[in-house]
């Protein structure tokens, strides 16, 4: 993993951010910027190099996962052994996401008036969105574990299962295949659950003629799986089935959309007009996807809001949805990965109405 071009790549705003050198304080930019996979840890990014800074706890750790970069271990707050790394630093950006008003004003007291705190925005997260071959590698492992639990659980519905066990046992099968963790909390609705975009499992107890949908994937290497089947456990009502093929076309029709240099917002119009013609607009009551990577939900987004081009690299999903109260729901979601002439649908398993 090439920690040291994507660190370069920060280095090189340090002049239009107007900065000297830039604190990275928000854990998940420290790994992306330097393999660090513990609780703690900071990158200054400075112009002649950067220096990892984390406490006692991670010194041996950091020794073997930042191997190619100067590493500091500090004993006081950082913010009081900070001044002594920034010799010739005036200007210090930070991440105005990440550090609280409280910590800002402590670092300022502590860094006196010789160094300006610079608040800086969207600095790492642009690089986030743009993959390289070893996270889009990471993102089609937590896929493929993904993927064979979607199989795995197929085997288990039955009259009487319950929402929680499918669950339960949705995170065992992604486990056995070798995940590190659940990217989320999975999401299973039976019937008229499966109106609610985001369902919290219940005691609910599958029935004959139910759908069935499940959301949910794998965590591997850091990296988040996100896929969404709509299943029938028996014969589905008559518009539920008719539903689901608008959702399908829906979806393929956004797939089909999904290139480099389109926006978000057209992808999403095209997605919509599908599931609008339809007569079901307003019961698509969210954006059509997001993209995936170290975060479940990071940018870039595809909705209506969305004006700027998707970038060749980025991994977003397309998941269109149709709710209706009382009745129940379908959703179909895939992670795309955006090239120069359209997309590649990451994951395998299979989109058509499954009835078990
Ligand atoms: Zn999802
Ligand atoms: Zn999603």
Known sequence: MDHDVRRRAVT???????????????????????????????????RDGALFLTDGRYTEQSRREVA???????????????????????RLGFEADEM??????????????????????????????????DERAAIRQAQAITDAA?????????????????ARQLEMA??????DALAFDSIVAFGENAAEPHHEPTHRSLAEGDIIKLDFGALS????????????????PT????????????????IDAVKAGVTGAAVDQVSRDVIERAGYGDAFVHSLGHGVG????????????????????????????????GVGGVRIEDMVEVTGDGCVVVGTSPRELIEL
């Open 12 to 46: 090189a705003r340090l002049d239009e951010l107007g900065v000297d050198a830039l604190l990275i304080s928000r854990l998940l930019h420290t790994r992306y910027l330097t393999g660090f996979t513990g609780s703690n840890g900071q990158v200054l990014i400075r």
């Open 68 to 90: 190619d970069i100067e590493r500091h271990t500090y004993t006081n707050p950082l913010r009081e052994e900070l001044p002594g790394m920034l010799s010739g630093v005036g």
């Open 100 to 133: 609280t008003v409280a910590a800002r004003d402590r670092f300022a007291e502590a860094l006196g008036d010789d160094v300006e705190m610079v608040p800086t925005t969207d600095v790492v997260e642009p690089l986030r969105a743009v993959k390289d071959d």
């Open 150 to 166: 979607f199989t795995a659980i197929l085997e288990r519905f039955a009259v009487g299962v319950t929402e929680q066990q499918i």
């Open 174 to 179: 992604m486990r056995d295949e070798g995940a």
């Open 221 to 236: 290497a850091g990296y988040h799986a996100d896929m969404t089947r709509t299943v029938a456990f028996g014969s589905p």
């Open 239 to 254: 518009e539920l089935r008719a539903i689901h093929e608008v959702v399908r076309e829906s979806q393929r029709a956004g």
């Open 294 to 325: 170290l975060e479940i939900h990071e940018a870039p987004s595809l909705g209506r809001k969305q004006d700027d081009p998707l970038p060749a690299g980025a991994v977003v999903t397309v998941e269109p949805g149709i709710y209706l109260a």
